[in-house]
Nanobody, 121 residues
């Protein structure tokens, strides 16, 4: 069984920074792309950032230049460095991945509980 656990959220003032982590554990053979999503109250889940197995990255326009996604393949962990935070970045942040288990089953629908990020003065 595979699971994700996010950490690093919290309350920060506008202009501040946070670094989120998401560790995948369980029977993992390979992780391909990894993703960070967020969902604000009353809004749909939004894809924030993507990092492929080869390290290529892509970002939502709303976070370009402020957020940086990275990964540590040895630790099956993905990170999201968030700088110059704005109140509109307030949301629950969750990670997701396209991965293959040791049973060679592909999973794209595993989610962690998420971590709350609140940007407020």
């Amino acid at each position: 069984q595979v699971q994700f656990v996010e950490s690093g959220g919290g309350l920060v003032q506008p202009g501040g920074s946070l670094r989120l982590s998401c560790a995948a554990s369980g029977s993992i053979f390979r992780i391909n792309a990894m993703y960070w999503y967020r969902q604000a109250p009353g809004k749909q889940r939004e894809l924030v950032a993507t990092i492929t197995g080869g390290g290529n990255t892509n970002y939502a326009d709303s976070v370009k230049g402020r957020f940086t996604i990275s990964r540590d393949n040895a630790k099956n962990t993905v990170y999201l460095q968030m700088n110059s935070l704005k109140p509109e970045d307030t949301a629950v942040y969750s990670c997701n991945a396209d991965l293959v288990s040791t049973e060679f089953r592909r999973y794209t629908d595993i989610w962690g509980p998420g971590t709350q990020v609140t940007v407020s003065s």
